[in-house]
């Protein structure tokens, strides 16, 4: 069993720990020679495949050519290969043998663009596009996100099919962030931190709790939320409201 790690402070070197040992794959510490530095805000592990995704900044490599992207890794920290190029990458799952990130939209400026793509760098292709775009739930063979339409502060909710397809509106809400889908239903924190819930067609919305909700989660029939901590929990359509 390996745990794999980095430390902010280090600038992003890549830890690899097994029982009480562990080693540097990246910084002046490394053992290896590393062609591209490595990103510390994005790192998947991929056990099925056992491979490491990360994202490379391209900044204070060893290689002149390194480049910025998408990157793979051995777990025993070598054979680093480029997947994809892209700047501020970050990983957001490996999903029916794609993984799918977000980066710079390199021809629509300031935007930023969720793609998909295979391991061996194959198959890429742009999803969605917009400015300050979250892509908040990928999985159930959708990907639901918010952004802020072109020349509009507003940010709205939109869900598409897992392949980028059939793109649709579902609110227009002003703010929306935390999305999480499950069953078939969208769960989402609006623009005064409410919790609500709707179906993954944009009907049936309603609000399930009032307030100044921070966290929440959804764990099997329940979902515990609260404003700093799950301090409280609620069946998924709001009713049996249970302190903790």
């Not at 501020?88 to 930023?112: L, M, R, W």
């Not at 769960?187 to 944009?202: E, F, H, I, S, V």
Request: proline content about 2%; charged content about 25%.
């Amino acid at each position: 069993q390996c745990v794999y790690y980095y430390f902010y402070e280090d600038e992003g070197i890549l830890y690899h720990k097994s029982d009480s040992s562990y080693t540097s794959f990246r910084g002046s510490q490394a053992n290896v020679d590393f062609p591209v530095a490595f990103n510390s805000l994005s790192l998947y592990v991929d056990e099925e495949n056992n491979e490491l995704y990360y994202g490379g900044s391209g900044y204070g490599a060893v290689k002149s050519r390194a480049k910025a992207g998408l990157y793979s890794l051995n777990p025993d920290g070598l054979g680093d290969k480029l997947i994809a190029e892209g700047d501020e990458v970050y990983i957001y799952d490996v999903v029916d043998g794609y993984i799918y990130y977000k980066a710079n939209d390199p021809v629509n400026k300031g935007n930023t663009a969720l793609y998909r793509v295979k391991p061996n760098g194959k198959f890429k292709k742009k999803l969605a596009t917009g400015k300050y775009a979250d892509y908040e739930h990928i999985g159930d063979g959708l990907i639901c996100y918010s952004y802020s339409p072109e020349g509009s502060y507003r940010r709205g909710v939109y869900i598409m099919n897992i392949d980028g397809t059939t793109k649709k509106s579902l609110s227009k809400l002003k703010t929306c962030v935390n999305i999480t889908v499950h069953d078939g239903w969208i769960y989402y924190l609006d623009k005064n931190k409410n919790l609500c819930r709707m179906k993954a067609d944009g009907t049936n919305g309603t609000t399930l709790a009032k307030g100044t909700i921070e966290v929440y989660v959804v764990v099997g029939d329940w979902i515990y939320y609260g404003p700093y901590s799950c301090s409280r929990k609620m069946k998924l359509d709001g009713t049996n409201d249970t302190k903790l």
